[in-house]
């Protein structure tokens, strides 16, 4: 059974779709909204991944038959500022909304997985983590964080057949009108048209190209690969 964590967001209902598509057997974990995920014929569980024993419950069911799993989740640092500038209340929502679902999905998921000696289990990173973020700093951190989560716990678990990973994305083309709007909306049009300047494709991410990558990373022939971040972002130079 194939996890997908934040499957309401846009990269994580195109996966839904994706898998759903191919015959996959698919648990889907949304927050508030699932418009994205109309149709889906899977569990579509609603939980609050900043709540550790309440995912916890809703999961326990089907811990022993998740074998994969994507973590989507992410906020994004919606006030956009130099450090110096942030509010302290937003730049700690936004460390610890990216950070602690990507750690109780781990936590939750691990123990299970460690007990029938399989798993594999990707997260999402930034190549912001690679570069930093101007305007985006608690971002930027956050995902580097999760890379070395998926680092760190990559070496305790691959001994027993359980592979952590991370994909680090630079932009990805969604329709950035259906979650933003107004002056952030802006910030990242510029930040998207600056990042294709830098990159040696001239092109953004696509949905297709990350999921080319999960499927590697899913797989069940996959053996070595583990604890690595894998950067995708047209080259950025």
């Not at 936004?94 to 950070?99: A, F, G, P």
């Not at 289990?121 to 983590?129: E, K, R, Y």
């Amino acid at each position: 059974m194939l996890l997908i964590s934040g499957a309401n967001s846009q990269i994580g209902s195109f996966l839904a779709r994706a898998y759903q598509a191919e015959g996959r057997e698919l648990i889907c974990l949304y927050h508030e909204r699932k418009q994205r995920l109309e149709g889906i014929q899977a569990p579509l569980l609603q939980a609050d991944l900043m709540n550790y024993h309440a995912t916890e419950a809703i999961l326990q069911q089907y811990l022993p038959r998740i074998t994969q799993a994507i973590h989507c989740s992410a906020v994004r640092s919606e006030d956009h500022r130099a450090l110096a500038d942030t509010e302290p209340i937003i730049f700690h929502k936004v460390i610890e909304q990216n950070i602690y679902p990507a750690y109780h999905i781990l936590r939750l998921l691990l123990p299970a997985m460690r007990a029938q000696a399989f798993g594999r289990i990707v997260l999402f990173s930034s190549d912001v983590s690679q570069t930093g973020l101007p305007m985006g700093s608690a971002y930027a951190a956050a995902k580097a964080a999760i890379a070395n989560m998926a680092k760190s716990s990559a070496q305790e678990n691959a001994g027993m057949d359980v592979l952590i990973n991370s994909i680090a994305p630079g932009p990805v083309e969604t329709a950035m009108e259906q979650d933003f709007s107004e002056e952030y909306l802006e910030f990242r049009r510029k930040y998207f048209s600056a990042h294709l300047q830098r990159t040696a494709s001239g092109k953004l991410v696509t949905m297709e190209e990350i999921k080319l990558l999960t499927d590697m990373l899913i797989s069940a022939k996959l053996r070595n690969l583990c604890g690595e971040e894998l950067v995708i972002n047209g080259g950025k130079k």
